[in-house]
Every structure is written in structure tokens, then in C-alpha cells.
């Protein structure tokens, strides 16, 4: 299996060693939100298949009290997954204009869409960041409009079919994520963040 979600132990020393905000929390419920979604979605299982059979190794750190939620690519080699569990700071900004609140398992899975769009083709991946918009905001926020779209029409909603969850029709408008991801940008430099995760390797 490929697809490994790591310990408490791990994910907080991961954590601490590279300066991230948040805590760990139980692999157990990280296991039981992937499979559970997994038995409901033929979409979603194919997805964890993937990962599962694929050579390379998926890292999934669950952790809460942390305002992001966030998938890192490092290089050609390795990827973690790291899922906010508490998404109550989303959620919270959902209830406010009345749009839908994001599932945590749907939000996991999402993350795990661009593991695969990492492991099908590490470079296409980079060449997606390089190709995206550089005028529009999805780019100037800190996220990549090509890798969105690629993973809402491929992954996300092909799994919100199977579930029948509504989809959002654009990676900014499922709940005010766009609002969001601006106000905590301002707070974020992102690719010191990146690199200071990416130069420790995951072991
Ligand atoms: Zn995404």
C-alpha cells in the first residue's frame, strides 16, 4: 500500500520541525473517513485504489487547529497530504452566507485528487502550476487554476455524483473559500511554507 496515513507521533513532529501551525489527530479517523466515503463512492474507491497500487508513497497527516488545509508536492518523489479535520473555519463562514458546508471526507478526498494528479505525471503536474493563469486571482492567492479545475472535474465531482452532494461549480464557490484563502494569504507567505517543507524529506 501506498497510500500510508501517519501516525500522531509523525504528524506532530512534522509539524513542529518545519514551523506549521496545528496539532495531530488520531490516524484511526483518518482510516475510518477514507473508507467510509470509499464504500459509498465507486469514485472514491477507484481514487484510494490508486494511490494504494501506485509505487510511489502517499504521506496523509490529519492534524486540527490550523487554518489551511493543504496538499504539498516536494519533487518528483514525494507528496504528502495534509487534511485539516477541523474545518470549522470554512464551515463557520458557510452557516454565515448559507452556503453549503464542506464534508471533511470530501475535503480529504479532494486533497487525495491531487495526490493522484501528482503520481499519474510529476512533471504535467509542475507544468499545470507553470501554466496556470498567472493574471487571475486562483494564481495570485496562492493556488493553481488548471490543477482546480483538472481535480473538480476528474475527482471531486465525479464523487459528489456518486454521494449525491451538490457540486460546486468552481473551486472558489462550493463555500466563500476565495474570500477565505485571501484573508489567510495575508497572513501566509506560501512558498516559504513550501520550501521549508519540502527540504524535509518525509521518513
Ligand atoms: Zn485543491
Known sequence: MSLQISTEKETNS????NGLPGEAVSAAQATSLLTDLASRS?????????????????????????????NIA???EAMAVMCNVDVTAYNKEAKTKGTLEVPLDLVLYHELGHAKQFLEDPAAFKRMEHDADTSGALKRDGYYANIENDNL?????????????????????FCP????IKKKRANLNWNLVKNAVAQQALK
Open 42 to 70: 465507486k469514485s472514491a474507491a477507484a481514487l484510494k485504489s490508486y494511490i494504494d497500487l501506485h509505487e510511489k508513497t502517499i504521506r496523509v497527516m490529519f492534524f486540527k487547529n490550523c487554518p489551511w488545509i493543504m
Open 74 to 76: 516536494f519533487d518528483a
Open 14 to 17: 512534522y509539524l513542529k520541525n
Open 153 to 173: 472535474k476528474r475527482h471531486e465531482w465525479p464523487i459528489c455524483d456518486d454521494i449525491q452532494f451538490p457540486r460546486r461549480g468552481s473551486y472558489t464557490d
Open 177 to 180: 473559500m476565495g474570500d477565505f
